[in-house]
């Protein structure tokens, strides 16, 4: 809602004026005519004595010139109030001085202008005006007398206190509005920028603030608050802030068409201006009145030009942001080719020229306000348009990658099952081997050595069977191993003369094969060690194994029925067997202790593995 609002303000400003201006021509009537002093020395009396040139238009426009503007006045006393103003419809005059002759031979001398402080004008008003006594006048005629180092271009208008009220109203309304809409879209495209961090809004705000400065000095309107009693700081200032408002124009061009990249020519000629400007500006601090002028004209001309040609070549290499920024600045430029021809007198003074510079001004302000929103707009689509296509590229890549893992880890997985298997049946091999070899052997002592190193190859070819039988494979279920493992182990050492009971309780987790490993090597002996000597009775005997996890550790209980044995008085007896040996070594080797204990009539050994690797 809020982009057509700029809309309806220039709707309702272009309403306004056309009701002024409809109001301004019902002035009273009044015959003018001219003379020009080249030499600027001529007095009010001599002056009288000259021939001077009528005109039918309620203007004369000399252009810039150093000439002093005579203008005679022949007041229709029979339709005039007896307070009658003259308005000079043009605020930046170096001195307007009206003479006028009193029915008493006095002559009256009244001088405003630029180079006057504001508080000389009787009325308060922005425009040169003065008050003319009609029935005190000797003749009906007045004079001006006219000097300018801006354009001597000077619209008069005669009318009555009451229609002079009227129409200041409706003309500081206009000017308020024109220059206050200007204002708000210097301060709402401000909040863009600190919002967006874009350097362009900042550019642009920077030549919109110098557009409503140059625009209120023109108008007059601003001289009133910002320079009322500084004449030579009102003179100078609009040319300066004109040439500021061309370079930071310029700059916001090169910026938001990306001119450097699309044409190096039309880039390094708007260098050229803005140097031009930055000169100028110069001269006018130098004095050089009429030359800073003359040049300031050209140069606005010819940088407006200059941008102008770079929107539409940008347009052409069809760059989207350009269109509107090339529809604004046609209005921007032909305000101020026309603000600048009748400056000169090429063009004449009517109600076109008099206000479509301030016309095109706005409309290039809300058309680039546009624009910028515009661009955004393009940004943000351009923006998501790359993310997406960023995001799909990265899918994309992170699919392909993750099938080439997949592929990788598939082909991983295969060959370390490949390799557990190929292992399994390696000690397999071995195992068939000490078969072999405990066929051949008569010694009962030797059996049972070959026999315990074939539960020990057993009890690791069983892992790795596990292994690659299962779907992971850096761990073993501990449950499904031991309950494998506990009935081979059985089989290889029970003779069958007892009756045993036995109680398994293993809990149904993972441990690493780095666990695993040792601890089936552990379990091997303890069990063939309750085989060999904890039965004692033919009946009443008990085998017990619980594998569970209490807090951070593995706990293992193998209990039998067996005697036991003291492990502190029996200590170097442990050495010497090697079941006990390997025991005690791989229960270190898992950084866990080992506890031997009576428990319930059963000989328990217990150890103690942290669960962390």
Known sequence: ??????????????????????????????????????????????????????????????????????????????????????????????????????????????????????????????????????????????????????????PITVKSKEQFYKQRIDSYLIAGLLIGGLLLMGIYNLFLYFSTRDFSYLLYVLALFSAILSQGYLFGILIPYLSPESPEFSFRFPIIIMSFTGIFSAFFAIRFLTIKRTSTFLYYLLLFFITLLVFNITLELMKFDYLSRKLNIFLIIGISTVIFSSAVYSLIKKNKIALYFTIAWTFYLFGMIVFALKSIGVLSHNTFTDHFMHFGTFLEVILLSFALGHKYSLVQVEKERLENQTREELEALVKLQTTKLETSLGEKEVLLKEIHHRVKNNLQIVISLLDLQVASIQ????????????????????????????????????????????????????????????????????????????????????????????????????????????????????????????????????????GLFLVSSLTKQLHGTIKRYYKEELFVTELTIPIEE
């Open 1 to 154: 809602m809020f982009k057509y609002c700029p809309l309806l303000y220039l709707i309702f400003l272009i309403n306004l004026i056309s009701t002024q201006i409809a109001t301004a021509q019902d002035a009273p009537k009044f015959e003018m005519s001219y003379f020009e002093d080249i030499s600027a020395t001529l007095s009010f009396k001599s002056v009288q004595e000259k021939k001077f040139t009528p005109t039918k238009e309620k203007f004369i426009n000399l252009g810039i010139t150093k000439s002093a503007l005579w203008i005679k006045i022949d007041l229709n006393r029979k339709v005039l109030d007896e307070e009658t103003l003259i308005e000079v419809k043009t605020p930046l005059k170096d001195s307007i001085t009206l003479f006028y002759t009193l029915k008493n031979n006095e002559i009256v001398r009244e001088s405003l202008g630029v180079m006057f402080p504001y508080s000389k004008n009787k009325f308060n008003h922005y425009l040169p005006t003065f008050n003319v006594p009609i029935h005190d006048l000797a003749t009906s005629i007045v004079y001006l007398k006219v000097t300018s180092r801006y354009s001597l271009f000077l």
């Open 443 to 578: 010694g009962t002592k030797n059996k049972e050595i070959l026999l315990q190193s074939k539960s020990r190859v057993y009890s690791m070819s069983l892992i790795h069977q596990k292994l690659y039988q299962s779907d992971n494979l850096a761990r073993i279920n501990m449950k499904n191993y031991l309950e494998e493992l506990f009935p081979y182990l059985k089989d290889s050492y029970y003779t069958g003369r007892s009756k045993i009971d036995y109680s398994i309780t293993i809990e149904n987790k993972d441990m690493s094969l780095t666990k695993a490993v040792p601890l089936g090597l552990i379990v091997n002996e303890l069990l063939a060690n309750s085989f060999k000597y904890g039965l004692t009775n033919d009946i009443n005997n008990k085998i017990e194994i619980v594998l569970e996890q209490h807090d951070k550790n593995w706990i293992l209980q193998i209990a039998d029925s067996g005697k036991g044995f003291d492990q502190t008085t029996l200590k170097q007896d442990i050495k010497k067997s090697l």
